[in-house]
């Protein structure tokens, strides 16, 4: 009887955090990321080019750092599992919640990805990222990088107490929105699985889809073991 208890409490406190008001935060954060980024993607093929690649770029900082404006106090509005894994591994970040805040992102990009479907059809390959002629190692290190260089950003702008403040947003979307220009055309500059896995599982596009998943995830974790050594362990953030 008191093991039925304990499972049924246990059970409780797991769908609590699904839907604590961090994760729903998640949920939305990221589905207005995809719709917009993707819905640009898709609606310049629609609209023969007229957004162009700058303008979509653009559009993905912007809707970046608007989301971390609007929700960044009550989630940290992370909107990436390799951004909440290297809050993870960095300890900044609780455990029980890992799982939680994933399943609410990659839900989140979903949502939208199929939404998008049903405005426009599968268009534009719904926004899905591919290496530029099948360069898989290509891609899989500029996506390291990229996600590296936005992991970094982060850290320092938005978790390093010493950082100006109310600035990491803007410091964060403009790195978004830069990195997507510079090398959205060779990889589609991804930087995070979940924005990648949406329009990948509405589409069926799945060509080389595991390196969207490893190379952002690497990359954030060696930005946190990057920062942490140039932060003496984080105790510099005082």
Request: charged share 10%.
């Amino acid at each position: 009887m008191a093991q039925m208890q304990n499972s049924q409490i246990q059970q409780k406190r797991t769908t609590n955090r699904f839907l604590s008001a961090p994760a729903i935060a998640e949920g939305i954060g990221t589905f207005v990321m995809v719709f917009a980024g993707t819905g640009a993607v898709m609606v310049n093929e629609l609209a023969d080019g007229a957004i162009t690649h700058l303008g979509i770029s653009a559009i993905f900082g912007a809707v970046v750092a608007a989301m971390i404006y609007a929700v960044g106090h009550i989630s940290k509005a992370h909107f990436n599992p390799a951004v909440t894994l290297g809050f993870w591994q960095s300890g900044f970040f609780k455990t029980q919640m890992v799982l939680p805040y994933i399943v609410a992102q990659v839900m989140g990009a979903i949502a939208a990805s199929f939404l998008l479907m049903l405005c426009f059809g599968r268009i534009a390959n719904m926004g899905a990222t591919l290496p530029l002629n099948d360069q898989w190692l290509q891609a899989f290190i500029l996506e390291v990088v990229l996600t590296f260089v936005l992991m970094f950003v982060i850290l320092g702008s938005g978790l390093d107490r010493r950082a100006p403040i109310g600035f990491a947003g803007l410091a964060i979307g403009l790195t978004v929105g830069l990195e997507a220009a510079c090398m959205g055309k060779i990889t589609g500059a991804s930087m995070n699985p979940a924005r990648s896995f949406a329009p990948a599982l509405v589409s069926g596009i799945w060509q080389h889809h595991w390196l969207y998943w490893l190379a952002p995830i690497l990359g954030a974790q060696l930005a946190v073991i990057v920062y942490r050594h140039i932060s003496n362990g984080f105790r510099d953030f005082d």
